[in-house]
């Protein structure tokens, strides 16, 4: 059996909650592909597609069983050209859940086989969501603790 699951996100940037989900969903499947895509409910990313995935590959350079792909399509459409029947998805708190479950009957709908598996972040990660970080940083906060080095690298070329 095919045991690869994709954990898609737009990751702008990749957060240190979003590795969290990575490292422990790979306990559990034998390859984790990090597929990056732009979400069309989402515009003025900071970071171009190409530069996402990049960092995402820095992060994981390491890691022989984690994947980096990026997609300007539909993630069913990538599941089903990679034989993946699973989907990883990261929970922080309640308010995360409608827009999972629209997400999951939307998927559900376009794919019948593919199932979604929901990991909770740790506690430590709720607070932390991509969008958080850049309003942070750019306050002239310090994020070190909250994203990998590449993207602190990153962001700090952007300032």
């Not at 069983?65 to 050209?81: F, N, Q, R």
């Not at 929970?91 to 376009?110: G, S």
């Not at 909770?120 to 932390?128: A, L, P």
């Not at 850049?134 to 909250?146: N, R, T």
Request: proline share 3%; charged share 25%; hydrophobic share 40%.
């Amino acid at each position: 059996m095919n045991n690869i699951a994709i954990y898609p996100g737009s990751f702008d940037p990749l957060t240190n909650g979003h590795v969290d989900i990575i490292l422990r969903a790979n306990k559990i499947f034998n390859k984790i592909v990090v597929l990056v895509a732009n979400n069309s409910n989402k515009n003025n990313y900071l970071f171009s597609l190409e530069e996402r995935e990049a960092m995402i590959k820095e992060t994981f350079k390491n890691n022989k069983h984690i994947e980096v792909m990026k997609t300007t399509g539909l993630v069913v459409d990538i599941a089903k050209k990679i034989e993946s029947k699973v989907l990883i998805r990261g929970l922080r708190a309640v308010t995360d859940f409608e827009n999972e479950f629209q997400i999951h009957e939307i998927n559900k709908f376009l794919s019948p086989d593919l199932e979604m598996i929901y990991l909770m972040s740790n506690k430590e990660q709720t607070f932390v969501s991509s969008s958080n970080i850049k309003e942070i940083f750019f306050q002239g906060q310090d994020v070190s603790s909250l994203v990998p080095l590449p993207v602190l690298k990153r962001l700090k070329e952007k300032k």
